[in-house]
T-cell receptor, first 114, second 113 residues
Framework: GENVEQHPSTLSVQEGDSAVIKCTYSDSASNYFPWYKQELGKGPQLIIDIRSNVGEKKDQRIAVTLNKTAKHFSLHITETQPEDSAVYFCAASYSGAGSYQLTFGKGTKLSVIP | ETGVTQSPTHLIKTRGQQVTLRCSSQ?????VSWYQQALGQGPQFIFQYYREEENGRGNFPPRFSGLQFPNYSSELNVNALELDDSALYLC????????????FGSGTRLTVV
């Protein structure tokens, strides 16, 4: 089955700096890679996702890159703000017939210091 | 458009008891998945229901079971509770399988004592 490794487990940055979180996956059949933000007491919220036919995707201050050959993908947050503080999860799945699950990384706790 | 709602929000049960958790999916979503999130870990897939049938299951024992109803709401049942079942249980609804377009609820925090 799929295995997703996520690093670092904790990350502290100064407000305004950039934050980068990296993930690797094991199953070359995986073709869908979402990123979730989870705040205390809440469920994960999708913030950005990328499919395997795209190398990079950007949405305002958030961007995701995917390297299929190396089987790794990364989340980049620029101009961080205190409200970006949360736990971030990467995930991978095969989005096709017979698919049914997301495999998550263990999460990165991001702290943005004002 | 309403999101995914789960009930109850918190629950304390004794080892050996049974528990039922409930989930109302987002309007129009026909697929419901359940995940278990232990403290400090990422969510782990339990199973998925599509049009009232289980069509995928993770590495969880048979004492974890579920139902999906004609209105696409869902239940997760856990029998013979163990201490390790203490976790946040998340429900996610979507229009398709494979995690595309998941909307998660806020979860039910289950504590087994």
């Amino acid at each position: 089955g799929e295995n997703v490794e996520q690093h670092p487990s904790t990350l502290s940055v100064q407000e305004g700096d950039s934050a980068v979180i990296k993930c690797t996956y094991s199953d070359s059949a995986s073709n869908y890679f979402p990123w979730y933000k989870q705040e205390l007491g809440k469920g994960p919220q999708l913030i950005i996702d990328i499919r395997s036919n795209v190398g990079e995707k950007k949405d305002q201050r958030i961007a995701v890159t995917l390297n299929k050959t190396a089987k790794h993908f990364s989340l980049h947050i620029t101009e961080t703000q205190p409200e970006d503080s949360a736990v971030y999860f990467c995930a991978a799945s095969y989005s096709g017939a017979g698919s049914y699950q997301l495999t998550f990384g263990k999460g990165t706790k991001l702290s943005v210091i004002p | 458009e309403t999101g995914v709602t789960q009930s109850p929000t918190h629950l304390i049960k004794t080892r050996g008891q049974q528990v039922t958790l409930r989930c109302s999916s987002q309007s129009g979503h026909n697929t419901v998945s359940w995940y278990q999130q232990a403290l400090g870990q990422g969510p782990q897939f339990i199973f998925q229901y599509y049009r009232e049938e289980e069509n995928g299951r993770g590495n969880f024992p048979p004492r974890f079971s579920g139902l999906q109803f004609p209105n696409y709401s869902s239940e997760l049942n856990v029998n013979a509770l163990e201490l390790d079942d203490s976790a946040l249980y998340l429900c996610a609804s979507s229009l398709s399988a494979g995690g595309l377009g998941y909307t998660f609820g806020s979860g039910t925090r289950l504590t087994v004592v």
